[in-house]
């Protein structure tokens, strides 16, 4: 089975555009999370899906914005970049339901350079 | 007070020795914890979970977990180069399956 899929692999942009990350889970997973990793530290978590909606925002402006569709794929999109929203862009994949505690399995990640 | 703590610095290990890590947290509701390894460049890799309090193993992997200290560890034993990565901590609070990460810690095997 494949796993948690994203894309692109890597992405150069300016300051000031807008950048839409894509991602799908395994398969028959329905929940995807959107995690945020900056160099030197640990992943920070921006959102989490579950059947088509949010369940959980973190600590992120409003220029971070992000939907899950029939699929269980998901896109993030993020406005007005800024320098420093250069990091490694992980979703990860989860496959049960609200709440509990089974594993979330992350993706190769988008790296996002903004000039 | 960060919600997961990652402090030691970066640890080298000579091949064949056992490397040990230490995590701990600030949320007494956290539930589930997890062991990620991260080689440079790449996306985190599940190694560990563990939910109970107590030891739990897998091949050469040990994680520990002591709720009433807040402390969870991981022990690599007869350490591989292969070994040489940055392993992460998450936490799980109250079963929403928001991760909190650790900053993570470098570990170095030196054949």
């Known amino acids: 089975d494949a796993g948690v899929t994203q894309s692109p692999t890597h992405l150069i942009k300016t300051r000031g555009q807008h950048v839409t990350l894509r991602c799908s889970p395994i398969?028959?997973?329905?929940?995807v999370s959107w995690y945020q990793q900056v160099l030197g530290q640990g992943p920070q978590f921006i959102f989490q899906?579950?059947?088509?909606?949010?369940?959980g925002r973190g600590n992120f402006p409003d220029r971070f914005s992000a939907r899950q569709f029939p699929n269980y794929s998901s896109e993030l999109n993020v406005n007005a970049l800024l320098l420093g929203d250069s990091a490694l862009y992980l979703c990860?994949?989860?496959?049960?339901?609200?709440?509990?505690?089974?594993?979330?399995?992350f993706g190769p990640g988008t790296r996002l350079t903004v000039l | 007070q960060k919600e997961v703590e990652q402090n030691s610095g970066p640890l080298s290990v000579p091949e064949g020795a056992i490397a040990s890590l230490n995590c701990t947290y600030s949320?007494?509701?956290?539930?589930?914890f997890f062991w990620y390894r991260q080689y440079s460049g790449k996306s985190p890799e599940l190694i560990m979970f563990?939910?109970?309090?107590g030891d739990k193993e897998d091949g050469r992997f040990t994680a520990q977990l002591n709720k009433a200290s807040q402390y969870v560890s991981l022990l690599i034993r007869d350490s591989q180069p292969s070994d040489s990565a940055t392993y992460l901590c998450?936490?799980?609070?109250?079963?929403?399956?928001?991760?909190?990460f650790g900053k993570g810690n470098q570990v170095v095997v030196i054949p």
């Open positions: 398969s028959g997973h329905k929940s």
């Open positions: 998450a936490v799980n609070r109250g079963g929403n399956n928001r991760l909190a």
């Open positions: 563990i939910y109970s309090n």
């Open positions: 949320d007494r509701g956290s539930q589930s």
């Open positions: 899906y579950y059947e088509k909606e949010e369940r």
């Open positions: 990860a994949s989860r496959a049960g339901q609200l709440g509990g505690t089974d594993t979330q399995y």
